[in-house]
């Protein structure tokens, strides 16, 4: 089972850009579909994109999809999520997570979690 690690996460002023990263250990990643999740205080784990193992690749609220990039380097293990024009409602703690082949935008389908990564977007 892959172990995976976020980082990248931190303040930044609306219309920023960051980039967080998703490190996995103790597999490959090329047969897995990692997804980025994120919570908001007060509110329900949402997926935001997912990746699948032949590099398909699903948004799921129609917010990012203009915004957001997901990217990944098996090789390097890392799965990348670039985050431009950045918004005060994207404020949440971003999670990755993992599963075989294919996406999904169901938490509970997934095994694997990172321990998350706070991004905060604000003034």
């Known amino acids: 089972q892959v172990q995976l690690v976020e980082s990248g996460g931190g303040l930044v002023q609306p219309g920023g850009s960051l980039r967080l990263s998703c490190a996995a250990s103790?597999?490959?990643?090329?047969?897995?579909?990692i997804a980025w999740f994120r919570q908001a205080p007060g509110k329900d784990r949402e997926g935001v994109v997912c990746i699948d193992n032949s590099d398909g690749i699903a948004y799921y609220p129609d917010s990012v999809k203009d915004r957001f990039t997901i990217s990944r380097d098996n090789a390097k293990k890392t799965v990348y999520l670039q985050m431009n024009s950045l918004k005060p409602e994207d404020t949440a703690v971003y999670y990755c997570a993992a599963r075989y082949f294919s996406c999904s935008a169901l938490s509970s389908d997934f095994p694997s979690w990172g321990q998350g990564t706070q991004v905060t977007v604000s003034s």
């Open positions: 103790g597999d490959t990643l090329d047969y897995y579909a």
